[in-house]
């Protein structure tokens, strides 16, 4: 079983490359250019942009040429042990580059970043933290583990049924923050980010643009 990944970019990308599997297992990947092992895990994935509970073999490809691509091989037997890869224990995650405290309604309460001599980047305003749709209750446990990524799963009902997945990933600056709301609500709700910035400079993706959070006034693209 082969699989490419392309790089639509102008430049070498390093990322994560999601491939649907149901087949024997245990299995590893293979670089085909470089013929190296390619890190790799088995997920199942419930999010609501996958096919809820369908197993994928996650692996992590690098250095894919700008608008190029590279062919990966699908090999059996378990490949060897990845070391340096991220970490799960209880409600903290952890890579290289991150060490984030998630509290059982699916909030940031901390998020350290290591290569910045530790600076917390968590704060709490009007009493929440990152990614807060308010207090409540719930649990927090670990959902996929292993060399490539680690994901915790916080499930609350309060104050609206939701369900929150943050996850790190092998080598990479991303934090990956998926919510769902799994439940109807008729009063007004909001999520809630706050960051220990004094001067913060927001930008956010909207299709074909990416906007800057200010009135045109003040240099920003809205009216």
Do not use: C, M
Not at 90 to 116: A, F, M, P
Not at 161 to 180: A, C, K, Q, Y
Not at 181 to 194: E, K, P, R, V
Not at 200 to 214: L, Q
């Amino acid at each position: 079983l082969r699989f490419y990944a392309f790089n639509p970019l102008s430049w070498p990308r390093t990322d994560i490359a999601e491939l649907p599997y149901e087949g024997p297992l245990p299995v590893h990947v293979v670089d085909l250019e470089t013929g190296t092992e390619a890190p790799s895990q088995i997920v199942r994935l419930n999010e609501a942009v996958y096919v809820k509970g369908r197993q994928y073999l996650r692996v992590q490809v690098s250095q894919v040429p700008p608008v190029g691509y590279k062919v990966f091989e699908v090999r059996p037997g378990a490949g060897a042990v990845a070391a340096g890869g991220p970490q799960a224990a209880g409600n903290v995650i952890e890579n290289d580059r991150y060490h984030i405290e998630v509290s059982e309604h699916g909030s940031i309460t901390s998020l350290i970043e290591k290569t910045s001599t530790n600076r917390e980047f968590a704060s709490t305003i009007d009493g929440r933290a990152i990614n807060d749709l308010g207090a409540g209750t719930g649990t927090v446990k670990v959902e996929n583990a292993g060399p490539v990524s680690v994901t915790l799963k916080a499930v609350s009902a309060t104050p609206v049924p939701h369900v929150t997945r943050v996850t790190l990933f092998r080598g990479s600056r991303r934090i990956d923050v998926r919510n769902e709301i799994t439940g109807n609500f008729t009063d007004l709700q909001s999520w809630a980010f706050s960051f220990a910035l004094s001067s913060p400079d927001v930008w956010h993706e909207e299709v074909g643009a990416v906007i800057r959070a200010k009135l045109v006034a003040n240099g920003g693209h809205y009216w």
